[in-house]
């Protein structure tokens, strides 16, 4: 090997420092990889647990209604008790509406976060030099 080849090639010093930034670099993009998934099931959980609560309050306001139609049925009198049925049945429509579609929210909101997961393996073997057909 001559001297010119020798200099255009990094030293191991180098090579060490390369590998030391890079390794760095990757464990804090990993890390912003984690946190960003997190944040984002957390806001799909705290949607669903909102509708489950819209659903809860609604799911009241419904009993609340079918109360009052039971009062007013017991005046046999008017027919403000039919209303009163017709209300209560809308609120308990959109209940279970809410209520399905707060299922829905909660379930994408499955930890851990799958991404960050895979990538961290793949780099954990390119690190280590095993490969898929090591295993």
């Known amino acids: ?17 390369q590998f030391s930034e890079q390794t760095s670099r990757l464990v804090r993009d990993e890390m912003r990889l984690a ?8 806001k799909h959980a705290g949607v669903g647990v909102g509708m489950f609560s819209g659903a809860g309050l609604l799911s ?4 609340a209604a079918l109360i009052a139609a039971a009062i007013l049925a017991l ?3 008017l027919p403000a008790w039919a209303a009163a049925l017709i209300v209560a049945g809308a609120l308990f429509v959109l209940a279970a509406l ?19 997961v895979e990538n961290i393996k793949r780099d954990v ?3 280590t030099g095993r490969r898929d057909h090591d295993r």
């Open 35 to 42: 946190v960003a998934e997190v944040k984002e099931k957390g």
């Open 125 to 127: 073997d390119e690190m």
């Open 98 to 116: 809410a209520a399905l579609m707060g299922r829905r929210e909660v379930g994408k909101a499955k930890p851990p976060p799958e991404r960050t």
């Open 1 to 17: 090997m001559t001297d010119s080849t020798r200099h255009d090639e990094p030293s191991t010093r180098e090579l060490i420092a």
């Open 75 to 77: 005046e046999l009198v």
């Open 60 to 63: 009241f306001f419904g009993a």
